[in-house]
């Protein structure tokens, strides 16, 4: 199958991408910054998603736009404007089966900056509408919303023990996820899957849940 990503040059992009690659896909990775994918079945297109695609830009089976941006001056104009650009100009592939958004678990919980989670939290709801827009299709369309990854914007927290503890012990199971688990759902969610639509799928490793009961 043909599989567009966008943000493939980022941790999570990255990941996704291989994952299509491992199980013989062919994956055209979309990003502001050079390839870091050396694979055959791999081409590259060096594009902002707030611009207009060149006219020979193929059609998917698969959409999965993991662009963005944690810089509160562009958050809207990249995460929410940009992506759904980016996202009409391949609703008509005949061939379309799946699309979907990595948004984050900022959209639920309001944490972090606030066009940030606001550029999220309008990605889950764009999500919801387009899943009922092309449901007569057969096309699935869902989200993921990560909680704390290990990836190099992170960087700065994983390389202080002090800060990562902390934010470990936010969670119910002491840990962040790794890119690849990232990327594994969005296997399941576009490969797999032919019933979920139109869900926010959390992946947090309990962040949500924890809490102190005081009696």
Known sequence: MDIIVSGSSSDIGAAIAQRFLQEGHHVLGVDILPAVIDHPCYQHLLHDIREELPADTPQPDVLICAAGTLEEADAIEVNLKGTIRFTQAFLGSPSLRSILFIASASARNGSEFPQYVASKAGLVGYMKHLASEVAARGIT??????????????QHIVDSPQLYEAVKAETLLGKW???????DLAWYLTMVNRSITGEDVLIDNGEMLKSNFIW
């Open 141 to 154: 369309c869902n989200s993921i919303s990560p909680g704390g990854v290990v990836t190099k914007a992170m």
């Open 177 to 183: 996820a790794q890119p690849s688990e990232i990327a």
